[in-house]
Each structure stands twice: as structure tokens, then as C-alpha cells.
């Protein structure tokens, strides 16, 4: 893994939506739209981040996730000279970017997709892509998970492996720093173990993550050689034990967090582009709760824009389904609605908590107490744990102690994080 990665707290943000880029209806046309993330910076340092994950800026037919040329940026965000500014702004700032790279499909209009239909197998770009060449009807593209948009790579073919390798190239030399695998579960393990040194010879210091929801999170980093996987497992333990109250759920979650972080250091969110806000699935004051959690446990954190001022949007499946977690932000911090800066402020406490005990990237868990509603774990250094029993007073200083207490009735707080000593450094008071 890169060695900046491991202090890296991401501030997530999908820029067709924050720069008001229209993805269906409305105005599609061509403006520099990208630019709206320069007035956005400082706020994201200020938050306590320092890196952008950013979803799709690349030519697309509509959402992003639908590409039609991987070396353009999206004539709805700008050109090259936008992206340019912003990776300038960015570096002025010590914020790394990550790029949204989509290598398991294109976009069904995606020229050089409509070029070798029309050609054939043998032509330029007819090994790029999977396509069913017998088909009744004549030649058509075998398609991402049903959806008739989304034509896939052929990944058994080099052709396909040195043209995903060629575009993450290209924006690494621009002055990006790494890439999101959009849908890495669906491409084989063996097409990213091939892209993926070859990218690293010539960028050493570059950063993967891929998008697995399921399955065997060790297993496909270690035959993918991608650096990390998004932990889809501990979102799911967080909203779901605070939502139901049923904090065993949490406890099974970070036991099966610990076993990860034996063989990498998994990516960690409580909000993303793809899932109903965390202010919606467990209402704004449990938002905190959840976010207590990420900020105490090990991994590299993601923020998901709007989250930090507990926005709220239900994600439904159904066309424009994703619209209200997808959101334009203003021109700058100035038009945010007052309501949200308590939350902001709250983020940037428990951000800063992390920042300030660096050893929690790789820090696993041990439970204390556990029933429905009373949980807390104590958080150690990954190189403690073996060894730590609750009198070694000098390992006790790189620990922390996190209680939850999910009671209405009760007037004690929410969340209480303590330092080693005992000594309580950070509340959340009941609302």
C-alpha cells in the first residue's frame, strides 16, 4: 500500500451532481461546471480531509457510469484545462485525488463499441470488447448485470488490458493519485492482477481501490493486487445495529473488520453515491453515532458529500433513483443552509480525534460489554493488541475505549470516547 495512503481521510463527491450537471433531462450543454469544486477546497481541509474521491468526470451518455471516451473529461464539467486548475488547486492544498475509473463496461454508444459491431472481430477495437458475435439478429454486446446501456470489456483480451492500463496512465501522469475499480467484483481477478503492476511500474506510489460488495474481501485483494476494497460489511453492521438497536449486529461486524485488517487495510464509509444517506437510514443524531464508530475503528475513511452537514435522500430502484443522494451543492460554503454546521463541526471533532492518534488506520477492536442497546470496545494498535491487558500502562497510552448507549431514557451520553488513562475526550450529548 502507498505510504500517504494510510493517513488519508477522503472526502467523497460525485461531480456531475455537486456541479449541477444535468445526467437526463435539463441542460446538458457544455460549461466548466467542474470549477464549482475550486470554491470547495478549503471547506474539505478545513473538515479535516485530505484527498477528493471523486466519481466520474470522463464522457459519458448520462450518470458517468456509462462512458464514451475515458480520455476526455465530460464536456457537461469542462475540459482539460478544468481538470488541470483543479489538480493544481488541489496540490496547493495537500489533497490527493482519486479518479472513478468504470473498466468493467462502456457506455452502448461509446464509438469505438459501434465501430466493431460494424466492423467485425478482426477490426481495430473488436477485441476491446465482449462481444457475442453469433448472436441471432446479428452482433451485439454482452451487458453489465441486465442493463442494456452498459456494453463489458472483453477482459480475457491483452487488447482490453492495455487500454484500461493505457487510460489510468494517462490521468496518473496528469497528476491524479490513484483509482476507484468502479463494479472491481465483476471483471476477474486476473485482468486487474495484469493492469495493475503494469500501471505500478511507471507510478509506484499510486493507489487502487475496488468496489466489492460481497464475498471474500481478502481473497480478491490478494489475487487482484489492488490495495483495498470499499467495507461494505462494517456500513452495513453500523446503520443497521443503530437502526434496530440491535448492537450485537455492530460487534459481529467488527470482529469480521479485525480478520480483514490481518491481511489489509480495508476502505471504510458510512455514506456513498450508491446507498440511502446515514441522517435517513438512523435519523441525524444516530449520523453521529455511526460516524463515532468509523472514526474509532481501523481503515481509511471516506466522507460522502452533504453527510458532514446531515443531508438527508433515500436511494430507490427506479430511474433517477440515485437523484437524492446525488445533489448540486452551491457555488461555495457561503449558500449552505445554517442547520447543517453543527453537524460540519461535529465531523470535524472526531476527524481531528483520528488524526490525532494516526495509529487507529490499522487499529482493531475488542469488546468489553455487549448487550442491545450497551456496547463498548476498546481500540488498539495493531501491534498492541497481542499483547495489551488493561494494566500495561505504557501501551495504554495508544488506546482508546468507545461506549455506546442507545437507551432514550437514559441521561448519560450517546458516545463516550476515552484515552488510555480513563479520561474522557470526546461526548455525544442526547439530543
Known amino acids: ?46 473538515l479535516g480531509a485530505n484527498g ?22 465530460d464536456p457537461r464539467l469542462g475540459d482539460d484545462s478544468d481538470f488541470d486548475a483543479l489538480v493544481a488547486a488541489c496540490k496547493n492544498r495537500g489533497l490527493r485525488i482519486v479518479l472513478d475509473g468504470v473498466f468493467s463496461h462502456v457506455g452502448d454508444q ?26 441471432e439478429g446479428g452482433p451485439r454486446p454482452r451487458v453489465w448485470e441486465g ?41 476477474p481477478t486476473d485482468f486487474w ?17 475496488g468496489e466489492v460488495i460481497h464475498g471474500d474481501y481478502p ?42 485488517l490481518d491481511s489489509f487495510t480495508p476502505q471504510t464509509f458510512i455514506g456513498n453515491h450508491d446507498v440511502t444517506r446515514i441522517a435517513s437510514a438512523v435519523g441525524p443524531h444516530q449520523a453521529i453515532t455511526a460516524l463515532a464508530v468509523l472514526m474509532t475503528v481501523g ?12 443531508a438527508t435522500g433515500e436511494k430507490t430502484e ?39 492518534h494516526p495509529w487507529l488506520t490499522g487499529a482493531v477492536t475488542q469488546p468489553l460489554h455487549l448487550d442491545n442497546t450497551h456496547y463498548s470496545y476498546r481500540v488498539t494498535p495493531r501491534s498492541a493488541s497481542r499483547t495489551i491487558d488493561g494494566n500495561d500502562d505504557g501501551a495504554a497510552s495508544d488506546a482508546l475505549t468507545v461506549t455506546i448507549n442507545l437507551e432514550t431514557d437514559d441521561p448519560t451520553p450517546t458516545v463516550t470516547i476515552r484515552d488510555g488513562r480513563g479520561d474522557a475526550i470526546w461526548e455525544q450529548q442526547r439530543a
Open 318 to 356: 427506479q430511474l433517477g433513483g440515485d437523484d437524492s443522494v446525488r445533489p448540486p451543492y452551491p457555488d461555495s460554503p457561503d449558500g449552505l443552509l445554517a442547520f447543517g454546521w453543527p453537524s460540519y463541526r461535529l465531523h470535524q471533532e472526531l476527524i481531528s480525534l483520528r488524526r490525532r
Open 219 to 260: 481473497g480478491f485483494v490478494a489475487a487482484s493486487t489492488v490495495d483495498t476494497v470499499t467495507q461494505y460489511e462494517l456500513w452495513k453492521g453500523i446503520w443497521s445495529s443503530l437502526s434496530t438497536a440491535n448492537l450485537w449486529e455492530l460487534d459481529w461486524a467488527l470482529k469480521r473488520h479485525n480478520e480483514f
Open 193 to 209: 492482477a495484469r493492469v495493475i503492476p503494469d500501471v505500478r511500474q511507471r507510478f509506484p506510489q499510486s493507489w487502487f481501490l
Open 1 to 46: 500500500m502507498s505510504v500517504w495512503s494510510s493517513n488519508a481521510i477522503w472526502w467523497h463527491v460525485y461531480p456531475l451532481g455537486f456541479c449541477g450537471a444535468a445526467v437526463r433531462d435539463g441542460d446538458r450543454s457544455a460549461a466548466p461546471r467542474l470549477r464549482r469544486l475550486l470554491g470547495w477546497l478549503d471547506y474539505a481541509t478545513h
Open 110 to 135: 461509446h464509438p469505438w463499441l459501434l465501430d466493431a459491431l460494424q466492423q467485425g472481430p478482426d477490426s481495430q477495437y473488436g477485441d476491446i470488447f465482449d462481444i457475442e458475435w453469433e448472436a
Open 52 to 73: 477528493l474521491l471523486l466519481g466520474p468526470i470522463f464522457t459519458s451518455q448520462s450518470h458517468g457510469y456509462d462512458s464514451t471516451n475515458q480520455f476526455a473529461i
Open 299 to 310: 481503515g481509511i475513511p471516506s466522507i460522502y458529500y452533504g453527510d458532514e452537514q446531515g
Open 147 to 187: 442493463q442494456y446501456s452498459l456494453a463489458r470489456l472483453n477482459h480475457a483480451s491483452a487488447t482490453a488490458a492495455r487500454y484500461v492500463t493505457d487510460v489510468m496512465g494517462h490521468w496518473l501522469a496528469r497528476g491524479i493519485d490513484g483509482w476507484r475499480l468502479d463494479a472491481a467484483y465483476s471483471v
